[in-house]
């Protein structure tokens, strides 16, 4: 079993920074990809970005430019560096881990979530 555990959310003004981490334990030997969603107040859940075991990051569109994708595989954790935010970046963002690699599926676990908001 994989645990998974999200942390850095808050509340940001409009054009501000935040930096998520996602810390995953337990059996981490069957972890592969590493990434993120998000569901918005009236949305669905929405794919942002998925990052391999060596590193590569691949995102979502509309996230491009503005977020970045980190890994750091000593310490099972992934990072989610978010900059020039705006109100509809507002969720709750929720990391989850992957048996295989991005894109294949696989087992998966996921978080319990971290919320965003971005005030105008």
């Known amino acids: 079993q994989v645990v998974v555990m999200e942390s850095g959310g808050g509340l940001v003004q409009v054009g501000g920074s935040l930096r998520l981490s996602c810390a995953a334990s337990?059996?981490?030997?069957?972890?592969?990809?590493m990434g993120w969603y998000r569901q918005g107040p009236e949305s669905q859940r929405e794919f942002l970005a998925c990052t391999s075991k060596l590193g590569f990051t691949n995102y979502a569109d509309f996230v491009k430019g503005r977020f970045t994708g980190s890994r750091d595989n000593s310490k099972n954790t992934i990072y989610l560096q978010m900059n020039n935010l705006n109100p509809d970046d507002t969720g709750i963002y929720y990391c989850?881990?992957?048996?295989?690699?991005?894109?294949?599926?696989?087992?998966?676990?996921w978080g319990q979530g971290t919320q965003v908001t971005v005030s105008s």
């Open positions: 337990g059996n981490i030997s069957m972890i592969h990809a």
């Open positions: 989850f881990t992957a048996s295989r690699d991005c894109g294949y599926g696989g087992r998966s676990s």
